[in-house]
């Protein structure tokens, strides 16, 4: 394990404050494990038995920073650092001593404290010991009933890290899940945020079947049971591995998907949710493999009304309700292309404008439905169909689309004057008309497109 001491003396945050580290104040929880992991902790965390206040204004002014009070009942007060991408929480002790602060809180491994001025570690709970084991390990089941989020971030940790749950903490887990129910939405929502960014946030919807809450959060109302929870899962991972190939797969797609829907989630992030509620909405809402091609707008209504609950639930934002909508809605768009066969220039603009911007979120999510091992939702020559279609969607894409809708050939202007309609709606239909044929090669030249207009009928 790596010394602790030398790495806070080489953190260029800490440095700058070891000398207000006296005898009251200790640097605690994750930065500690982060540092001895060999990585740079994003957020620092300190307890002081004195002022907390006063020792968080010291702080402040050593980066000209102000600090404010992030929970003043508790006791926290932050040091937002933009310069370094950090923050500094200071806060008010939970014990009598620092032990007795260390031993509340939630795993063992966010449990040690070092003491700046001496160089000690204080590690009451073995933390240590489960970081060179790689395990996570609940410090008490009396913790887990003061704060039940702490059983969804049992799991978020062991994806972030890669750490095993050790069985007892397993069934503590199961034992106080339904107790999440009573955490604010809120809180639930940041660490699916956390979750989902990690590079292989599929598992974390895995822990979360294995302890029972995946039913409770995504479809306890309709009793789900395994019949939701596998067709999900297997579309989870499959995503993640989509994901992983994203560049290779659909080339130019990486810096849209490392984009963000919402504060804190990334477009790759929430693919990898709305595939489970994908998963799930359409197992629930048949009952043979079959029933997705007889019945695709009971089904995709169906997905949009249980994603958009999950989402209100946990008060995600509008844009992410919408951007969910957009994709799963497109869904049905490219499944009835690959029913009917329509790879026309004019068919594949048409799904590259209904998923604008979104478009590589909707091909890789359509990739994983039909090629999910152990989902017979599609034959292996249909699943070849779809890779090749989703090929071919891709690269009009890039090489067409774009280009066609920087560069119309007639505005909405044009349709108004040439035709006599009345701004609205039916002009972006017209112009859609127009581009459709452009695609299919039918128009090339302004001229053309205003000769065409004439021929619409309205």
């Not at 902790?41 to 050593?62: H, M, N, S, Y």
């Not at 806060?91 to 966010?110: F, M, Y």
Request: charged share 25%; glycine share 8%; net charge negative.
């Amino acid at each position: 394990m790596l010394d602790l001491s030398k790495l806070v003396s080489n953190n260029d945050t800490l440095r700058t404050i070891t000398d207000l580290f006296d005898e009251e104040t200790y640097l605690v929880g994750g930065c500690i494990r982060d540092m001895l992991l060999g990585n740079t902790p994003q957020d620092l965390d300190v307890v002081t038995f004195g002022d907390v206040w006063q020792k968080a204004r010291q702080i402040g002014e050593r980066f000209a920073s102000k600090a404010f009070w992030m929970d003043k009942d508790r006791g926290v007060v932050r040091i937002a650092l933009k310069e370094y991408g950090q923050t500094i929480d200071v806060c008010s002790p939970k014990g009598a001593d620092l032990v007795e602060d260390l031993k509340k809180r939630d795993i063992t491994i966010n449990a040690m404290g070092f003491d700046v001025s001496s160089g000690e570690l204080i590690d009451p709970a073995g933390g240590l010991l489960d970081l060179g084991h790689g395990v996570i390990r609940i410090i008490s089941e009396e913790n887990l009933k003061d704060d039940p989020l702490r059983v969804i971030r049992c799991l978020r940790f062991s994806v972030m890290l890669g750490f095993a749950i050790v069985e007892s903490t397993n069934t503590l887990l199961k034992k106080h899940a339904s107790a999440v129910l009573s955490v604010s939405p809120e809180r639930i929502k940041q660490e699916f945020l956390k979750a989902l960014s990690c590079p292989y946030g599929a598992r974390f919807f895995s822990l979360m079947d294995r302890v029972g809450l995946l039913e409770m959060l995504f479809g306890s109302e309709q009793g789900m049971g395994s019949r939701g929870t596998r067709p999900a899962l297997i579309l989870a991972f499959e995503m993640d591995g989509l994901l992983y190939d994203a560049e290779k797969l659909l080339p130019g797609s990486r810096q849209a998907l490392d984009n963000e829907v919402e504060a804190g989630l990334t477009r790759a992030g929430f693919l990898r949710l709305a595939a489970v509620l994908y998963g799930i909405g359409r197992s629930l809402s048949i009952h043979e493999p079959a029933d997705f091609s007889v019945d695709l707008d009971r089904t995709i209504e169906y997905v949009l009304r249980s994603a958009n609950t999950f989402f209100g639930s946990l008060r995600f934002s509008t844009s992410a309700k919408e951007t969910a909508k957009r994709i799963i809605s497109c869904q049905a768009i490219l499944h009835d292309m690959l029913v009917r066969q329509a790879q026309s220039g004019g068919s594949i603009h048409t799904i590259c404008r209904a998923a604008d911007p979104f478009l590589p979120e909707v091909l890789l999510l359509a990739r994983a439905g039909v090629c999910g091992h152990g989902v017979p939702l599609a034959t292996d020559q249909e699943a070849s169909r779809m890779k090749d279609l989703i090929e071919r969607i891709w690269a009009y894409q890039t090489h067409t689309y774009l280009e066609h809708k920087h560069t119309p050939l007639i505005s909405g202007e044009d349709v108004i004057h040439t035709l006599g309609v009345t701004p609205g709606p039916q002009v972006g239909r017209i112009l859609h008309i127009i581009e459709m044929a452009r695609a299919d090669g039918a128009l090339h030249t302004r001229k053309e497109a205003l000769e065409f207009l004439t021929t619409i009928d309205l």
